[in-house]
Every structure is written in C-alpha cells, then in structure tokens.
C-alpha cells in the first residue's frame, strides 16, 4: 500500500473529524443561545438563585456582554485551547473533574467490549448458514437481549448473581471482580446488534466461490468458517462504530448508574440533575472528540485487514 | 458434501420460517393490543390506585391481593404498571412523530430542492449521524430540563437524520418515476407535485422505519427515564419504576423485575412486528 494514498485518506478522514467536531461545539453553542432566559444563570446552574457577583463572574468568563459572534469566538478560542470552562456548581475546572472520572469509565468500556466480542465471535461463527438447535437458541437470545434496556439486564445480574448466588460483590471496588457483571452488563447491551451483523456477512461470505476451493481443497468446516469467512465479516461489522460506540456511551451511562460506580456516566447524570451545564457541555465536547478519533482508528484499520481497500482510496 | 449441508440448512430454514414466524407474529400483535387497552383504559385494568400510599402495605411480596406485589410505599405495583404503560406508549410514537415529521420535510426539501440544497442538507445529516444520539438528547434535557415532552423532543431529534436519509432516498426514485414528470409536464405546481404525488408514494418503507424506531423510542425512554432525566415521580414510568426499585431489591426482587419485563416484552413485540412488516415489503418489492 502506497505511503501517500494512505496519508491522503488519512488527512481526508481527520478533515471529516474537525467538521464533526466544530459542528458539536457549535450546536451546543446555538443551544445555549436558545434557550430562554438569562444565559449567566444557566451557566452558573444549581437550584439556587445565584448572587449579582456570582453573575458577573459568568458573565466576564463567557463575555456575555459582547455580540454574540464574539462570544463563539472566545468559545472556540478556549476550546482549541483545551480549556473546557468552569464548573460554578463545583468550584472546579471542568478538566479536571472529567479526568477524575476517565480512568474508572475507560476500564469499563474496554471491559465490556471485550467481553461482547469474545461472545459474538464465535456465536455468530458457529451459527453462521447452519440450522442447528444453537442457531435457533442464537436467535432468540440476540433478539432478547436487543429488546431488554441494558439498565434491566443490569439489575438481573445484581438479583441473581450478587443478592441471590453471592458471586460477585457489587459494592467493593478495589475487588476487581466487582468489575464482572458491570462489564457483562455492557457486553450483553451490544451482543445481539454485534453477532447479526457478524453472521449476516458471514453468511454471505459461506456462498462465495473461493469457500467452495478451500472445501475442495479438504479443509474442514471448521477452518473454514474460521479460517476464511470469518475476516470477511470484520468491516461489516466495525462500519457500524458509530451506533456501535453510541451504545457503549449509553451502556457506560447507565451501568455506571445502576452499580453505583464512579466515573464519567455518574459525573455527567449528575451534572444534569444539578444544572451544571459547563459540564455537561464539557462531557459532550469530549465524547464527541473520543468518538471521532475511535471512528478514524477504525476507518484506518480497514486497510489493514483488507488490502483491496488501502490501495483503492 | 459439506456444502449441499449447508444449501439443504438454507432451504430448510427459509421454509420453515415464516410459520414460526407467525406465531412470534400473532403473539406480539396480541400483546400490542393488551397494551393498548391498558392505555386506554387504565382504570378497567387496574386492580388499585397507582399513587394512593399504604404503609401497612410497604414491601409486600405478589400475592393474590397485590399480583406485582408493593413498592416502599405500599404502593400496588401492578396498578402502577398498568397506569405506566401510557407513558411508554406516548414516547414510542411521540418521539416517532418528531422523526417522521422532521424526516419529511429535510427529506423531501432535499430530495426535491435541487442540488445545492441537496448536497448542503445530507452533508449536515451526515455529521448529524455521526454523534451518538445519547449525546443530543443529554443536552436537550441538561437545557430544556426534564419531564415527557421534553424526553420525546429528545429522543425524537436524533432519530430526524435516518428518517430525513431514508425520505430522501425515496423521494430520488418517484422523483424520476414517469407519472411524476407528466404531473410536472401538465403545470402542476412543485408544492402540489410533492404533495399529492411524491410524498404518498415514498412513505411506505417510511413507515416500516417508524415501526421499528416506536421500539427503540420506548427503549431510549426507558432508559433516560431510569436516569431521573424523563417523567418525574410520581408518574409511574416503567424506567422510573425500576430506577426507584434499584435500591431496595435486596429485600423486594419484584420491583426489579415486573417493570423490566413490561419494556421488554413491549420492544420485543413491537420489534418482531417491524421486521415482518420489513420482511413483506421487502418481498413484494422484489
């Protein structure tokens, strides 16, 4: 693959990922801009009535008195910067009390995807044009598990395996296996979406002629299946990152509610039900920034399991 | 050898699936239709007040008096779950509405605008559909606020990007279909050309998306609901049924799971309804 096709949709990619970006952090602007009433309260949050001071403060951070395309200016200045702004509710920079919660969120995240595709691979795998009792059970399973909100399936697993059999604590964090249901808890939220996929374009990959030469050749179902067809589900199922990685931030979100685990999910809940609307747009800018860059990441490594693709572009 | 295995598995499958299919039919359609009632008439259904307060009652297991059982208020959870299907039930089709409606106009304003309002329109979709829905909707309600109708504002504006795509796309092939340029070629206006001719034809996959997206409504409801961030209390949303049932089913399982089961079971239905509604139209179009 020619170094300079990959850096040109390499640069196209990022080019696409700054539009994404800008347009977040300008909607997010033209949201505060409609909401009614004053934006220095709004800003400032919390039930209580701010003081006039506590408004000036605001006021000068945001420069609320100037016209309104200054304001985005100062917006995106700070912004490109890396300053997030001020939580008023917390006292604190939104930067730094989102780097309090990442670390705890990330473990989780990875955790929980893991753990999806260690199970879908070789669900979908097996079960991929064959119409055993396991694919009947696939079925139903996947079907399931994408009707049930992931909040209730996480709330199963406390029943059964924490109240009921006493496997796994919930509470105690430094345990590292109160990081099993959390994690299965996400893994189960994105499974029944992974392993359609995966065995949708299995399936179709089971028909092509170049399965028939590996069979003729006296390779075994097996190695077929997961020797040949299996690659070929790869970029199917990686193009849908983006309402795949939506649902690991919605799958964070809630478990991190449900099992009461610190991190980015109860910080941004939080910041909601208190008003504190610096950090919710500090949260919102920063996923929408992950989100790109797990997007490239993954646009980048069709290349790499598929050469036809790294050369085309 | 192998290989006629797996023909034979293919064949096999597809005919043996849309009987079994139908029954998986039959059924949501019938439990669709319970849910309707209970909507309409919750009081019928109901075998207590969902909001009257019972202390002596608190915590009871389901028993023959209280079918669910009670909440920490004494509460008859099987009332409260009867009276909480409303709430889902306007979710699903409200913030469907949203969509579709939405959908329709960006859909047909590009698909019929010309190029340049095109290309700007699906260019502004396409960055739309590249953030999570989550995101759009936790700031809706970090600013509108909570409660139902701001939870269907924002669940429903970022369903408006697949519906505006999907519109587009139809509207693209009647557009070029022969009865709509002869509409054209006899002097009707453009505004009545998309009205009474373009817009009927394109809205049938148009609907099967809004099937399948009433389900994933109710979910996401749900769930902003189990996060306090929907309906408050004491409405008696199924997520907010669970979210206040969270800390107490050490002691009280039932609270975690009669209402969980309402969703599923909800989504389910109304997800196998959708893609066999998805599967026939599909075959007629072919």
Redesign the interface.
């Given at each position: 693959m020619p170094l300079q096709s990959i850096l040109v949709s390499l640069s196209r990619r990022v080019a696409l990922g700054v539009v994404v970006l800008w347009f977040t952090v300008t909607l997010t602007f033209a949201f505060l801009q409609i909401v009614p009433g004053d934006p220095a309260a709004l800003l400032f949050g919390g039930d209580e009535i701010p003081t006039e001071e506590q408004l000036e403060e605001v006021r000068r951070d945001w420069g609320l008195e100037r016209p309104v395309h200054e304001q985005y200016l100062l917006y995106i200045e700070r912004l490109v910067h890396g300053d997030l702004g001020r939580s008023y509710q917390q006292r604190t920079e939104v930067a730094t009390l989102l780097y309090s919660g990442v670390w705890s969120t990330v473990i989780l995240a990875v955790a929980g995807l893991v753990l999806a595709v260690v199970i879908s691979v070789p669900l979908a795998t097996l079960t991929a044009g064959s119409s055993t009792l396991l694919r009947r059970f696939a079925f139903v399973f996947e079907l399931v598990t994408i009707s049930m909100p992931s909040f209730w399936i996480g709330i199963i697993l406390i029943l059964v395996f924490s109240f009921t059999l006493n496997w796994f604590p919930i509470v105690a964090l430094d345990n590292p296996l109160s990081l099993v249901l959390p994690a299965a808890t996400i893994a189960l939220g994105l499974v029944g979406q992974l392993s359609q996929v995966m065995r949708e374009s299995i399936e179709r990959a089971l028909k092509e002629p170049f399965i028939l030469t590996a069979r003729s050749r006296g390779l075994s179902d097996g190695s077929v299946r997961w020797g040949h067809a299996l690659k070929h589900s790869y970029i199917p199922a990686a193009t849908i990152t983006g309402t795949f990685a939506g649902n690991v931030l919605t799958g964070v979100v809630v478990t991190e509610t449900v099992f009461g685990r610190p991190g980015l999910g109860t910080i941004t809940v939080a910041a909601i039900t208190t008003h504190d609307i610096p950090l919710v747009l500090g949260v919102v800018i920063v996923s929408a920034a992950f989100f790109v860059l797990v997007n490239i990441l993954v646009d980048l490594s069709y290349g790499l399991v598929d050469k036809r693709i790294g050369s085309s572009v | 050898m192998?290989?006629d295995n797996?023909n034979n598995?293919?064949t096999?499958?597809l005919s043996?699936r849309p009987k079994r299919l139908s029954v998986a039919v039959i059924l949501s359609v019938v439990f669709l239709v319970l849910i309707a009632i209970q909507v309409l008439f919750p009081e019928a259904i109901a075998t207590h007040s969902p909001i009257t307060i019972d202390p002596l009652a608190a915590l009871q297991p389901p028993s023959r008096e209280h079918w669910f059982g009670t909440d920490n208020l004494g509460r008859d959870l099987f009332s409260r779950v009867v009276h909480g299907s409303a709430y889902s039930v306007s979710i699903g089709f409200g913030a469907t509405l949203i969509a579709l409606a939405g959908g329709i106009v960006f859909g047909a304003l590009a698909g019929f605008g010309g190029r340049w309002l095109d290309q700007a329109l699906m260019r502004f979709n396409d960055?739309?559909?590249?953030?999570?829905?989550?995101?759009l909707a936790?700031?809706?309600?970090?600013?509108?606020g909570t409660g139902l109708v701001n939870t269907l504002w924002a669940i429903g504006i970022g369903l408006i990007p697949q519906f505006a795509r999907l519109v587009r796309a139809e509207v693209l092939v009647v557009r070029n279909a022969g009865y709509v340029e002869s509409a054209v070629g006899f002097g009707f206006s453009k505004t009545a050309v998309v009205c009474r001719h373009v817009i009927p034809n394109a809205i049938h996959p148009v609907f099967v998306l809004a099937t399948i997206s009433i389900?994933g409504s109710i979910?996401a409801g749900?769930?902003l609901s189990?996060?306090?961030?929907g309906p408050q209390p004491p409405a008696p949303e199924w997520?907010l049924l669970?979210s206040e049932?969270?800390s107490v089913?050490?002691h009280a399982?039932w609270l975690?799971?009669f209402p969980?089961i309402a969703?599923?079971?909800t989504?389910?239905s109304v997800?196998?309804v959708g893609k066999s509604l998805q599967k026939r139209y599909l075959q007629k179009e072919s």
């Open positions: - | 192998s290989r797996t598995a293919v096999n499958r043996a960055v739309l559909m590249a953030l999570p829905s989550i995101l936790l700031v809706v309600v970090a600013l509108l389900g979910l749900s769930t189990f996060l306090k961030l997520g669970l049932g969270r089913i050490e399982w975690g799971v969980g969703i599923s079971l989504v389910l997800t196998v």
